[in-house]
Each structure stands twice: as structure tokens, then as C-alpha cells.
């Protein structure tokens, strides 16, 4: 009998570089966690559009950086993440220089800390715009050209304090948690949009994530006392901080077309320090 068995086509986006040719609008992406996004999505063959919010130098450098540590190009996008129409304005400005979009991660964010009982309305709304408004705001433009085209990824970066919460944090933990319900309820309204469509189905689809990291070896770890971080990582099972490095891993395997059937999923990355 003849052998009737044909190999399976490879997945789609399956290779060295799963990210070939795709443009990845990063927001806080020149330093940090969102700089190591940039330069992992980069390494996987991506365009990378980095927003910032205020210091030009650093954009730039992050762009040299880049180009010599990854061979690839970017740009650089100012913009004030938390006033909607500045980022309808971002996003556009990325389709114009680029021609599309086809990842969005929503990485930029701050703090104000301090006791709730003493926050001023203004520190609760100031952290609960740029956290959780911007990354509706960069969303709702970006989705809709994901949505035309069929195909796209949003990853949002929450964070271990969404989840657990944190004293003296309850502005931050309220904004990282609400990236939980943004993440659901916009992979419900892009999945029901694209079989509306009729593009449900095959293909690498539009997919909303949230990654949640755990205490990482960032500019804002700096700041805090040498006893405070000993006592966090105590609190740690691996028993020491994360690298961007490692959320940036986590992203870019979510951007892949590989991980197509992976919508509206928390990934934690914590060292297990919370299970």
C-alpha cells in the first residue's frame, strides 16, 4: 500500500525570526521592562515604534541601541498616554510611517505611592489615567485597525501588585488589576468583531493578553532600600528578582501567529511568589 501520509504544513509563524516584517507599537518602550520588549520583539525580526512620554536623549539612545544590538530599525513617538486624543494621534503616526500595526503593547505606567487614607484625588487619578486609561486609549485605535485587517496582537503589562495588592499602593493596584477586566472584555469584543466579519477562524486572528510581572531588576527597584528588596526576595520561592528580560520573552512568544488560540490569559511572571 502506498504511503498516503503527507508531512503537516509548519505553524505559521514558525521559524528563527517569528516576527518578520510585523510593526510593534511599544508604549513606555525605551527603558525598562518596555525597552527589553522592544529589543526581544526586534530580535524576532518586528519594527519596533517606541512611545515615550517626555526624555527625547533616552528615545534616542534606545534607538542606537538597538539598531547595534539587534541589526533592527525603530522610531520613536512622543505622546502623553494619558489624554485620549494624544493617542489616537500616536497610533496614527505609527500607521503613517509604518503602514500598520500589528502588535500593541501597553507598557507604560507610574506610580505616586502613599497610605490611602492621606492620596489626593489627584496622585488616585493621575496613576489610574496613564496605567489603565492609556491603555484603553492606545487600545481602541489600534484594535479597530486590527480588527479591519484581521489580524493583530494587544498585550497589556500588569503587574504582581494587580493581584495581590500592596500597601501604600492602592492608586497602582487598582490600575494593574483593571488591565485584568480590559484584557477579557476586549478579547470577547475582538473575537465577536471578527466572526461578525466573518474572519473568525484560521489565520492568526486578534488576540488580547495581559502579562503580570513580579518584583523585576528595573530603574524603579533602584530606588528602593537594599533591606526592603533583601525582605522582598525572601518573599520570592527562586529567591531573587526577575530580569526584563524575562517578561520581554513572555510577550514576544504571545505575539507569535504560533500562539493564535491564546486570548484573554493572565501570564504571570513572579519567580512564584505568587500562586
Known amino acids: 500500500m502506498a504511503d498516503t501520509q503527507t508531512q503537516a504544513p509548519p ?4 521559524g528563527p525570526r517569528k516576527l518578520e516584517g510585523r510593526v510593534a507599537l511599544v508604549t513606555g518602550g525605551t527603558r525598562g521592562i518596555g525597552a527589553a520588549i522592544g529589543k526581544s520583539l526586534a530580535n524576532q525580526g518586528a519594527v519596533i515604534a517606541a512611545g515615550y512620554g517626555g526624555n527625547q536623549e533616552r528615545a534616542e539612545q534606545f534607538v542606537s541601541d538597538l539598531e547595534q544590538e539587534t541589526g533592527a530599525s525603530g522610531t520613536t513617538h512622543r505622546g502623553n498616554i ?3 486624543e494624544d493617542c489616537e494621534r500616536v497610533v496614527e503616526e505609527v500607521l503613517d510611517r509604518h503602514g500598520r500595526i500589528d502588535i500593541l503593547v501597553n507598557n507604560a505606567g507610574i506610580t505616586t505611592d502613599g497610605p490611602a487614607l492621606e492620596m489626593s484625588a489627584e496622585d488616585w487619578n493621575k496613576v489610574i489615567r496613564v496605567n489603565l486609561s492609556g491603555a484603553f486609549f492606545m487600545s481602541k485605535p489600534a484594535l479597530a485597525h486590527m480588527i479591519e485587517r484581521g489580524s493583530g496582537r494587544i498585550v497589556n503589562i500588569s503587574s504582581i501588585i494587580g493581584e495581590t495588592g500592596n500597601i501604600g499602593q492602592a492608586n497602582y493596584a487598582a490600575s494593574k488589576s483593571g488591565l485584568f477586566g480590559l484584557t477579557t472584555t476586549l478579547a ?6 471578527l466572526k461578525k466579519n466573518g474572519k473568525l ?3 492568526t ?3 488580547v493578553n495581559c502579562v503580570a510581572p513580579g518584583f523585576i531588576e528595573t530603574e524603579m527597584i533602584e530606588s528602593v532600600p537594599d533591606k526592603v528588596v533583601e525582605s522582598i526576595k525572601k518573599q520570592i520561592p527562586l529567591g531573587r528578582l526577575g530580569e526584563p528580560s524575562e517578561v520581554a520573552r513572555v510577550v514576544h512568544f504571545l505575539c507569535a501567529d504560533a500562539s493564535s488560540y491564546i486570548t484573554g490569559a493572565v501570564w504571570d511572571v513572579n519567580g512564584g511568589m505568587d500562586m
Open 205 to 207: 486572528g486578534v488576540t
Open 11 to 14: 505553524a505559521v509563524g514558525a
Open 188 to 193: 470577547r469584543e475582538a473575537a465577536q468583531a
Open 201 to 203: 477562524g484560521g489565520g
Open 82 to 84: 494619558g489624554a485620549s
